[in-house]
């Protein structure tokens, strides 16, 4: 087995990690990497032995729980029955404020995205949120959103039991301290390096001097995720799924 | 109770709140081009919890005033671009809401009651720019506890598609309950099929639990493939390609229009 790792399998790795000991994890639609890192995190669980982590992926009808219509989703939420989701952001700043919006005033927004969906209600209910957003740039990593879809930090007064735990992009892994508030940046991809992400990150992050790098996958998990986690994928993501395929074969890895 | 698609789209009326539901619970699409041919306009849309290509086909075709929605696109194939442009101008009013808060509204509206107290929300900007929405502390908590209310949302009518119905106006839903929830919630309900059955749905258990009863639904018409481009749950997919086709057609007002007109005469 080649030791070489892809971009996209160090992120579902990453994922899978941040997902340890999660009882029900919740992936949204159109979030192939989550899913993902979802599924290798049921793997992995079943490999170890350990009750496996329970997964509702939108859009999948096989890996799915839910009959009560796209109300149960937020239903199961509100009861603390989610432990884990994923969040995105066309802008997300240093306070985990997350804009799923627009840019420029609202409402009238010179670019409009789709809108906020759930993120106003799961950033609140669900204990480990993951902000997941793979470009790394300055339009992406603000110092301030446009529009608050969500805001990442409550008053003490207001009903919180969730919000964000973790920052991955396509650059690094940050973690996030509900106290201070603010991300610190944990490890670093490979190839990538401080003075990167600084340039490319418009909100000031703690970190250490030397920041470490991204943990890679050990062969046992890194086959996991190329037989069993690519063929449940498929059922979801056929094209994502298709493109890794393509990139692997690169590889020389064809199956 | 059987109609057809002309007969139903005259049932909505100008000004008139209309609920639509999410792309992958059942598009009633073959109700679009009725619906803009009847020329029914100042809609309000509802949508459950957001919207997609029927949306933009219906602000396109300038129906719609506003719109309340958790987001609109068209998935895979990006952004919804006739709701954007609209954005843009500012020539619909928009009501951006989180998907859970639409659903209360429409459990408020199927209780009889004035309101559905919900969770999160607090410092958000989609709070901030509802007026409509409300903010009390908690009656039942010792001190504080802020708590967002969300007023009961009453559509005048929801229109959505299906895989069956019999001759007596039961409609089978299998487990997409949002569907039933929009019926519930609405003055009329409109629905399309793939097929009409001549047995009763609820004389079998099996299929009576998936049923939303003939008491909720004002009129049927049969549309097989009518949710196409999008797909149904159990019968076929969507047909991205053909969103994706729209998606570039629709950037500009002449090139939705052209799309509009030769969709007209394409069938699935």
């Given at each position: 087995m080649s030791a070489e790792t892809l971009p996209r399998e160090l992120l579902i790795g990453t994922i899978a990690r941040l997902l340890e000991g999660v009882r029900h994890v919740a992936v949204g639609a159109t979030s192939p990497i989550p899913a993902a890192g979802a599924m290798l995190r049921r793997a992995l669980d079943e490999r170890n032995g350990v009750p496996a982590a329970r997964l509702s992926i939108l859009g999948s009808v096989r890996h799915n729980f839910f009959t009560n219509g796209s109300a149960e989703l937020f239903d199961a939420a509100g009861q603390g029955r989610i432990d884990a989701f994923f969040l995105s952001g066309g802008q997300i700043d240093g306070q985990a404020n997350v804009n799923l919006v627009g840019l420029g005033d609202y409402p009238r927004s010179e670019v409009r995205w789709p809108g906020s969906f759930g993120s106003a209600y799961l950033y609140f209910v669900v204990p480990r949120v993951i902000l997941f957003r793979e470009e790394h740039t300055p339009r992406v990593f603000v110092k301030n959103v446009d529009f608050i879809s969500a805001p990442g930090v409550s008053s003490p007064e207001v009903y919180r039991p969730g919000g964000p735990v973790a920052l991955l992009t396509g650059k690094g892994l940050f973690s996030f301290d509900r106290q201070r508030p603010g991300f610190t940046l944990d490890s670093l991809h490979p190839g990538h390096d401080l003075m990167e992400v600084q340039e490319a990150t418009g909100f000031d992050f703690a970190h250490p001097a030397n920041p470490p790098v991204t943990p890679a996958l050990d062969a046992s998990t890194l086959g996991l995720l190329r037989r069993q986690v690519l063929n449940e994928l498929e059922e979801t993501y056929p094209a994502y799924v298709a493109d890794w395929r393509r990139d692997l074969a690169g590889l020389g890895e064809a199956h | 109770m059987l109609s057809n698609l002309d007969e139903m789209a005259a049932r909505i009326g100008p000004r008139m709140h209309v609920a639509l539901p999410v792309?992958?619970?059942?598009?009633?699409?073959?109700?679009t081009r009725p619906i803009i041919a009847h020329g029914a306009g100042e809609l309000h849309l509802v949508c459950v919890p957001t919207g997609g290509l029927q949306v933009d086909q219906l602000i396109g075709a300038g129906l719609v005033h506003s719109i309340e929605t958790s987001a609109v696109s068209l998935g895979e194939a990006g952004g919804a671009p006739r709701f954007n442009q609209a954005v843009k101008d500012g020539a619909i009013h928009l009501s951006d809401a989180t998907c859970p808060a639409i659903h209360a509204g429409l459990m408020a509206a199927q209780k009889g009651i004035p309101f559905m107290p919900m969770r999160g929300l607090i410092g958000s900007d989609v709070l901030r720019n509802r007026d409509d929405w409300r903010v009390m502390d908690?009656?039942?908590?010792?001190?504080g506890d802020p708590i967002v209310l969300i007023p009961a949302i009453r559509p005048d009518v929801a229109v959505f598609h299906a895989p069956m119905a019999d001759r007596f106006g039961n409609v089978w839903i299998g487990r997409r309950r949002e569907l039933a929830a929009m019926a519930y919630a609405s003055g009329e309900t409109l629905v399309t099929v793939e097929r009409v059955v001549d047995g009763s749905l609820v004389d079998d258990e099996m299929t009576a639990a998936g049923v939303l009863p003939a008491l909720y639904v004002t009129a049927i018409a049969e549309a097989p493939r009518g949710a196409w481009p999008y797909g149904l749950w159990g019968e076929y997919a969507t047909d991205v390609d053909e969103l994706k086709r729209y998606a570039v057609a629709a950037r500009s007002a002449q090139g939705f229009a052209d799309y509009m007109s030769e969709a007209l005469r394409v069938h699935p």
């Open positions: - | 792309d992958y619970a059942g598009v009633a699409m073959a109700m908690n009656p039942f908590a010792a001190a």
